[in-house]
């Protein structure tokens, strides 16, 4: 299929441009990247999903850098200009109302696309692998068809195995067998126990169980100490 060539010869002469030419299926600014909007937990399966489908339209180089910014002044500029504004219509199109709201006013799409990273990409995902084990682990047909049922599983496994990739790295392993035994005794707690789950979960980094099992125990007796302050009602 022949490319788009709307700007004539400025699309031949130009390397900025030629590298940036739109097809006409993708000019449209009310698209999403992804089925899954971004949320505040689910960054890194949602920046692969837009990565691939930015690749795949020849647009990653606008949010990784490798499309340079034209100079104000250049022939250039407007034609990378318009493109930008699509590629950063179509990130907050992808994003729940709340977060299109904060990054809505991003000078352009490489700057979005860092500022979204340095908010979420580094964040402990400790939550989200706890979750989706849990899920995994709930997870019963309740007389769905087969096929239903596993390809519920299928999304899980898959996005679990993002947060998880493959590894022979033994210390990442054991890391991730505490990590496990973890989770299981946090999902074994009574559900009055919600909030500290969540303050657990949620540390920059997970503590170890044995950390886990103190703090446990000291919110177990802080509640004990208080009954016993405030007596029978």
């Known amino acids: 299929m022949a490319e788009d060539n709307r700007f004539g010869s400025e699309a031949e002469s130009s390397p900025v441009s030629s590298s940036i030419n739109v097809h006409e299926v993708d000019v449209n600014p009310n698209q999403r990247l992804s089925s899954v909007l971004l949320n505040e937990f689910n960054y890194l399966p949602w920046s692969r999903a837009v990565s691939l489908v930015l690749g ?12 340079e910014v034209p100079d104000a002044s250049s022939p250039t500029y407007e034609s990378w200009l318009s493109k930008d504004q699509l590629v950063m ?10 977060l299109a709201e904060i990054f809505s006013y991003s000078e352009s799409s490489y700057k979005l696309w860092e500022t979204v990273k340095e908010m979420y990409g580094s964040q402990n995902n400790a939550a989200r692998v706890f979750q989706l084990k849990k899920d995994i682990s709930d997870l019963q047909q309740d007389g769905k068809p087969f096929v239903q049922l596993l390809g519920s599983m299928k999304i899980m496994w898959n996005e679990l195995e993002i947060y998880r990739p493959h590894t022979t790295d033994v210390a990442l392993l054991r890391k991730r067998a505490e990590e496990d035994k973890i989770f ?3 999902s074994s707690l009574d559900s009055t126990y919600e909030d500290l789950q969540c303050h657990i979960l949620m540390n920059t980094e997970l503590p170890s169980f044995t950390s886990v099992c103190v703090t446990i125990q000291r919110e177990e007796v802080r509640r004990k100490v208080m009954n016993l302050r405030l007596g029978p009602i």
Request: proline share 0%; hydrophobic share 40%; glycine share 12%.
């Open 89 to 98: 219509s179509w990130l907050l199109n992808s994003m729940e109302r709340k």
């Open 56 to 67: 795949g339209r020849s647009k990653l180089g606008f949010i990784n850098g490798n499309i």
């Open 184 to 186: 299981q005794l946090l």
